[in-house]
């Protein structure tokens, strides 16, 4: 045995293996820790969702888009609440708009339908019926616009001088009307349209 030992060959062979089996043991303490080392490809690990899309990888690049996506979906929700929130307040801008236009054309009716005109053509006549009731004393004037349309009255009593108006509206203060009251409160109606009357042309 020890002559087998002794033969060239045979320790050739013996060192062979031996270097062979010092190799193996190095290879495998410096690559055991790398075989244990988690994959690199599970750090982000593919969600059913993305399986469901056809997704069986996952890298940076699409981690990265990913979140690129997700922000500018957050974006764009911001961006159509505003759109929202802009909508709702011309809306409201516009329901008081037109509440305020209909306001302003019920004014216009109602000044409209106060207001009395004098033609050109029919001041010359209530002139001269207006300097025919001034020399009246206050009493009987007042008698006559009890019977006269509030609109004919006012035209009159606009031509009349201010202190011969003023002492039959004192007048009608003290007069009784149809229903007992005194005639104050059309003295009043009567001066808010002389107030709102319009002339047409320049009375000569």
Excluded: H
């Excluded at 990265?64 to 979906?73: F, G, H, Q, Y």
């Excluded at 207001?115 to 053509?121: G, K, M, V």
């Excluded at 108006?165 to 005639?183: H, N, Q, R, Y």
């Excluded at 009567?190 to 002339?199: A, G, N, W």
């Amino acid at each position: 045995m020890m002559q087998k030992f002794k033969s060239p060959a045979v320790a050739a062979a013996v060192g062979i293996l031996l270097s062979v089996a010092v190799g193996v043991a190095m290879a495998v303490r410096l690559l055991g820790p790398m075989m244990n080392r988690p994959d690199a490809s599970q750090k982000n690990p593919v969600t059913p969702e993305l399986k469901e899309r056809g997704w069986d990888f996952w890298t940076i690049e699409i981690d990265n888009l990913s979140n690129e996506l997700k922000e500018e979906r957050g974006r764009l929700r911001k961006q159509a609440d505003l759109l929202e929130q802009r909508a709702a307040r011309l809306a409201a801008d516009e329901k008081e708009l037109n509440k305020v236009r209909t306001e302003v054309d019920a004014l216009r009716k109602e000044i409209g339908g106060k207001l009395i005109e004098i033609s050109a053509d029919e001041a010359k006549n209530l002139k001269t019926l207006a300097n025919t009731y001034t020399p009246l004393t206050p009493r009987a004037s007042v008698a006559i616009i009890r019977e006269l349309e509030d609109g004919f009255a006012v035209k009159i009593l606009s031509l009349m001088k201010t202190e011969v108006v003023s002492a039959i509206f004192e007048e009608m203060s003290k007069t009784a009307g149809p229903d007992g009251a005194s005639l104050a409160k059309r003295a009043a109606l009567l001066s808010e349209k002389i107030r709102l009357l319009k002339v047409t042309k320049p009375l000569p």
